[in-house]
């Protein structure tokens, strides 16, 4: 299917992009990428290594905004904000998971996992009480009084999964989270994420470069160099324009 270049965001889609473009420093990171994600759906963006999965993430978080080309998240035009309503934005309705934990050393298993609603200024029982809710649902509530130190690495990962989960987002950004994990505690990772987005209606959208873990979604968005690889195989073929190669959203 091809997106018309004025194509509005269809009423099912809570997530919506059309034609990003983005460079970094003059390197193209993205050429004409179209996305889309409905309410509650797991969308895989996958590729190899350099593809523009985290760039096409970051312009859809609105951490990057793109140099050309429209994010609408839930009727907002994410890439008009000012960055202070796009940090507000992303911090009341987005959570992000990366491939490294990031927690914080010298606070606890809990405090780590309540950080997001801590500092959103939620009463502190409150957010103890939703950090430990979720350590349970995500069954790592035996590490809470913990420091991140007595944790392995997929531990830790759980616990910043947690952390992504406790305010529950409209959209989880995960990008390659199961990347340091081995193969079983990736598939545990990756069971533990998306049944939790599911049971909780959260929409997910997740870069790896690993077939398994895409397999784990409901739909793919498949890059290379940063175009849409349909798109790129299209680009090729004589008769198809620079719209129809680059905005094909048959992902
Ligand atoms: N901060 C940056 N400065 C310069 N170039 C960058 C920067 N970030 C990404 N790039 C380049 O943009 C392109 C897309 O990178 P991106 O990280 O989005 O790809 P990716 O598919 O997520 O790769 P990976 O799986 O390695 O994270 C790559 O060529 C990369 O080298």
Redesign the pocket.
């Known amino acids: 299917m091809v997106a018309p270049p004025d194509s509005a965001p269809p009423d099912d889609d809570v997530l919506w992009a059309r034609s990003l473009h983005y460079s ?2 003059g ?4 050429i004409g990428v179209c996305a889309r994600v409905r309410q509650g759906e797991i969308l895989a963006v996958t ?12 312009c859809l978080a609105g951490r990057l905004v793109p140099d050309q080309g429209e994010v609408r998240f839930d009727g907002i035009a994410v890439h008009t904000l000012r960055p202070s309503a796009r940090e507000r934005l992303f911090r009341a309705r987005f959570a992000w998971i990366g491939p490294d934990p990031q927690l914080l050393p010298e606070l606890k298993v809990w405090e780590n996992a309540a950080l997001p609603l801590l500092l959103a200024g939620a009463p502190h029982r409150a957010a103890r009480a939703a950090a430990h809710e979720w350590l349970e649902r995500l069954d790592i509530g035996g590490f809470a009084g913990k420091r991140p130190g007595a944790l392995n690495r997929a531990e830790s990962q759980r616990v910043a999964l947690t952390r992504a989960l406790v305010g529950s987002p409209s959209v989880l950004f995960a ?2 989270p199961t ?1 340091p994990l081995h193969r079983a505690e990736r598939a545990l990772l990756l069971r533990t994420l998306t049944t939790a987005a599911r049971s909780h209606g959260i929409t997910v959208v997740l ?1 790896t ?1 690993d077939e398994e873990t895409a397999d784990a979604a409901d739909r793919r968005l498949a ?1 290379v ?2 175009r849409p690889a349909d798109a790129a195989a299209a680009a090729d073929s004589p008769g198809t324009t620079e719209e129809q190669a680059a905005c094909s959203l048959s992902a």
Do not use: Y
């Open positions: 970094h420093s390197s193209p990171g993205l590729g190899p290594r350099g593809s523009g999965k985290t760039t096409l993430l970051r990008d390659e990347a870069a470069h890059l160099d940063g």
